[in-house]
Nanobody, 122 residues
Framework: QVKLVEFGGGWVQPGGTRALSCEAS????????MGWFRQVPGKEREGVIC???????FSKDSVKGRFTATRDNANNFVYLQMHRLEFEDTAVYYC????????????????WGPGTQVTVSS
């Protein structure tokens, strides 16, 4: 059974840094693209950054140069490092398994984790 659990959310000041982790179980992480998404109340969930099995990443324009995704296939973790956080980055962050590569933009709908809240506030 595919299971993803996100860790690391919390409060951070504008301009600060936060690192999120996503622990995967029930499948072999090394063959899957993995995406990070976020959602705020009243808005649709949006893709933030995606990492292919070959470690190529694809980012939303607003986070390019600030957010980095990495993966540890041996230990079944995916990470999201967020720098220079802005108020607009406040959201619940989710990881999800992709169907195909990041470029296909297809999310396995049964893979969503519970999410972790990141709040950027002074």
């Amino acid at each position: 059974q595919v299971k993803l659990v996100e860790f690391g959310g919390g409060w951070v000041q504008p301009g600060g840094t936060r690192a999120l982790s996503c622990e995967a179980s029930g499948f072999s992480l090394n063959t899957y693209a993995m995406g990070w998404f976020r959602q705020v109340p009243g808005k649709e969930r949006e893709g933030v950054i995606c990492i292919n099995p070959d470690n190529r990443t694809f980012s939303k324009d607003s986070v390019k140069g600030r957010f980095t995704a990495t993966r540890d296939n041996a230990n079944n973790f995916v990470y999201l490092q967020m720098h220079r956080l802005e108020f607009e980055d406040t959201a619940v962050y989710y990881c999800a398994r992709m169907i195909g590569n990041c470029e296909d933009r297809r999310v396995d709908p049964y893979s969503w984790g519970p999410g972790t809240q990141v709040t950027v506030s002074s």
